[in-house]
């Protein structure tokens, strides 16, 4: 993992604008949640679609010059495969008392490029370092036991915001980025704003 500079790419147009498209859905969102307070498990999270638009998966190639932000993987040609956002924007895995982060669904700065088995949970064969190429042949002609990705993981310690409610500490997070801190002041202003 490497660390992602986003000085050099610009906050792609349909985020900036932010388009109709991304405006008419913050202000749905907002709405939505709003409804559903407090969050139960019962309720589903809104359906994102706008957060991916050509011009962000463009830019997300670019920012990570076509690579997997996690697994350093190339992911693809044309664009970004999977759009994923590091805090996870429809609900927190072991938490269903939380929403989720659904107000930084279309922050530029919450978005990395990633290949589909570093953003689901999948069923996977990992490869350690030292296992020999029959090893490896060995492993990947069974089925994968276990399940890995990223998916709505995302342990911290400390408070964990809610709907803005609650400071965010990026400082605090347990998972690495490899965009590096995310200015927590940046973070309030959304908050704050939502
Ligand atoms: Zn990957």
């Known amino acids: 993992m490497r660390k992602l500079d986003r000085a050099n790419v610009?906050?792609?147009?349909?985020?900036?604008?932010?388009?109709?498209?991304?405006?008419?859905?913050?202000?749905?969102?907002?709405?939505?949640?709003?409804?559903?307070?407090?969050?139960?498990?019962?309720?589903?999270?809104?359906?994102?679609?706008?957060?991916?638009?050509?011009?962000?998966?463009?830019?997300?190639?670019?920012?990570?010059?076509?690579?997997?932000a996690y697994c350093e993987s190339k992911i693809g040609a044309v664009g970004a495969r999977e759009v994923e956002h590091y805090r996870p924007k429809g609900g927190i895995a072991a938490l269903a008392g939380h929403p989720g982060y659904w107000w930084l669904a279309h922050r530029w700065d919450n978005l990395l490029p990633t290949c589909r088995d570093c953003n689901k949970s999948l069923r996977q064969h990992i490869v350690n370092p030292g296992m020999t190429e029959a090893?490896?042949?060995?492993?990947?002609?069974?089925?994968?036991?276990?399940s890995f990705g990223k998916a709505n993981q995302f342990e911290i310690r400390g408070q964990r915001a809610v709907g803005g409610a609650v400071m965010l500490n990026s400082k605090i997070r347990c998972l690495s980025t490899p965009a590096g801190t995310i200015p927590v002041s940046t973070l309030l202003g959304i908050s704050r704003s939502s």
């Open 10 to 68: 610009a906050v792609p147009p349909s985020l900036a604008g932010p388009s109709q498209a991304v405006a008419n859905e913050i202000a749905n969102a907002i709405t939505y949640y709003a409804a559903r307070v407090p969050w139960t498990a019962d309720h589903t999270s809104y359906q994102f679609q706008n957060y991916r638009g050509a011009d962000v998966k463009i830019a997300l190639r670019r920012l990570a010059g076509g690579n997997c």
């Open 135 to 146: 090893e490896v042949l060995e492993l990947q002609g069974r089925r994968a036991a276990a």
